[in-house]
């Protein structure tokens, strides 16, 4: 099969009742490399017609019932089976993700798509887990009955992805979708939507999936998102994306009474303590915040540096963020690749700005980054300290290569600004002192909270936010149950009619 990274622009279709269609508008957008500026490749302006078509093919499967009323055990190993077909296309991937995305090579090839490939096949063996029914003890109010709990899937589920890791959070997605039973369409972002349809291909290629189970559809977020969100057919909508849109996903949803996880906006707080082992926490701290030029929902962008080791920490954190190499994601020599457009970039260069201007001394960074000539969406990695609390490079997420440094002394005051965010996604701390860690840690108000480590999500782990970064979770078998409706059935023992004194309230 001819590789799929193929330099002249490709026209890409969307995958719809197993089928590769154009939109019923017949419009295209452009697919833009971050790094070079070039269009990779069209691809659908899918519209609400769109996503109704999809939605009736993801209804009619689940309705025929072809993948859903398969045992757990075969659901799992069909997808055991096209994990270790997902894993052979792996490198194409990952260099779709770097022309696409701006992911580095070395972290697409590295992270993004051995982990995606990992969570497909995780989520498939932890639903062996997942108990379909649960019995209940016996009920002898007011009078004795047999009882238990049935799990059955959800029916046709949504799955709408942001820009930042496409590949990975769509597989958040699908795969505890299919893992219980669901059928599903996905939306990429307009930015990535390449990596998605050629896992979808990939899938289709191996014939494992009834037809209608997965749909791919392609298009901007309004009408095409929207239609998802409101569709009567829809019963579950899993949203990754902003907190500004994550509100309006939660009002679609709330005239038909959707199910709904929604993943949303960060701005993480990074505690380093006095006794943090320096050479680990520098950089930690610096992997937690430019990684992906700063493009993880999780970034650690709001660190808090103990004054007795300021000085130090400061002076190896500046000289080594001021060293990274920005450039082509493609590059294997890259360390810090493209943001993902240019609205991203001048909406970033003006938080530094404004950050400035609140009192924030800028100590490396700040600007453009090289990157080929003046193309490219490249920022420098930024350092600013004497952060004031309440400005907005302290409150705001900015979704940049941009880290915002406070000083602190008193534990339990590092903690208060800490959780005085309306976000609630993630936090780390920096310490020797586990036990005293584990009891900072407690204390913050987020879903994730890393000692001496970042972004080391599992797929056995539950991730999602508190307060305004989200509802629900995913990955681990929370996530797999965020797939499932709970049934409780009731079976009478036989009791006599002269028995059922109950009855009598209405006919006695
Ligand atoms: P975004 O909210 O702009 O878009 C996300 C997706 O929603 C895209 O597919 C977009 O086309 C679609 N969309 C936009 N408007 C819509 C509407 N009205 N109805 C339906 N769909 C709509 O986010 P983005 O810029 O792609 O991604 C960055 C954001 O995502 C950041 O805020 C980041 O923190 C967040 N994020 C959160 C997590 C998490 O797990 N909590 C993970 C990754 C990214």
């Known amino acids: 099969m001819a590789t799929i990274v193929r330099p002249e622009v490709v026209t890409y279709h969307q995958y719809i009742d197993g089928q590769w269609t154009d939109s019923d508008a017949g419009g295209t957008f452009d697919v833009i490399n971050p790094s070079t500026e070039e269009v990779v490749a069209t691809a659908p302006a899918g519209g609400r017609a769109d996503a109704q078509r999809a939605i009736a093919a993801a209804r009619r499967s689940f309705d025929d019932g072809e993948w859903r009323n398969q045992t757990q055990l075969q659901r799992s190993q069909t997808m055991f089976a096209i994990a270790r077909h997902l894993q052979d296309r792996g490198d194409d991937w990952a260099m779709l993700e770097a022309r696409t995305a701006g992911a580095t090579i070395r972290k697409a090839s590295v992270v993004d798509v051995p ?33 238990f709990v049935q799990r059955e899937a959800i029916g046709v589920c949504t799955g709408i992805v942001p820009f930042n890791f496409p590949l990975m959070i769509a597989m958040w997605k699908l795969a505890p979708a299919l893992a219980m039973g669901n059928s599903i369409v996905l939306k990429p972002s307009p930015f990535t939507p390449l990596t998605l349809l050629e896992v979808a291909r990939a899938i289709d290629e191996t014939g494992l999936l009834p037809r209608g189970v997965l749909n791919v559809v ?186 915002a440094v406070q000083r602190w002394s008193d534990p339990g005051d590092v903690v208060r600004r800490a959780n005085r965010s309306i976000y609630g996604l993630a936090g780390g701390i920096w310490s020797r002192d586990t036990r005293g860690a584990i009891e900072m840690a407690k204390r913050l108000r987020t879903g994730t909270v890393w000692i001496n480590d970042w972004h080391l999500l599992n797929a056995l782990a539950p991730f999602g936010g508190y307060k305004q970064s989200g509802s629900g979770r995913e990955l681990g078998a929370y996530g797999l149950r965020e797939y499932t409706e709970v049934k409780h059935i009731h079976v009478d023992q036989n009791v006599p009619r002269e028995d059922r004194h109950f009855y009598d309230v209405l006919l006695g």
Not at 282 to 296: K, R, Y
């Open 115 to 147: 982990l995606a490939v990992e969570t497909f096949r995780s989520m498939a063996e932890q639903a062996l887990q997942i108990p379909w029914y649960e019995p209940l003890p016996w009920i002898d109010i007011p009078h004795v009955s047999w009882n």
């Open 218 to 403: 392609t298009g901007p977020g309004d009408d095409l998102g929207e239609e998802l969100v409101v569709n009567d057919d829809v019963d579950k909508v899993a949203f990754t994306g902003s907190t500004a849109v994550g509100r309006r996903i939660l009002a679609l949803a709330a005239p038909t009474i959707k199910r709904v996880t929604v993943e949303l906006g960060g701005k993480s707080a990074n505690i380093v303590c006095a006794d943090a082992d320096l050479d680990v926490a520098v950089d930690g701290t610096l992997f937690g915040t430019f990684f992906h030029q700063g493009q993880a929902c999780e970034s650690g962008h709001r660190v808090y540096v103990h004054d007795d080791i300021y000085d130090a920490f400061m002076e190896r954190l500046v000289a080594t963020a001021a060293a990274l190499r920005v450039g082509d994601a493609t590059d294997y020599d890259t360390q810090v690749g493209p943001v993902i457009s240019r609205r991203q970039y001048d909406s970033i260069l003006a938080a530094i700005d404004r950050a400035q201007a609140e009192g924030a001394t800028l100590l490396c960074g700040g600007g453009r980054a090289g990157g080929a000539g003046d193309k490219g969406f490249f920022v420098q990695p930024t350092v600013l300290a004497d952060v004031r609390p309440e400005s907005h490079i302290a409150t705001d997420e900015v979704f940049g290569p941009v880290l």
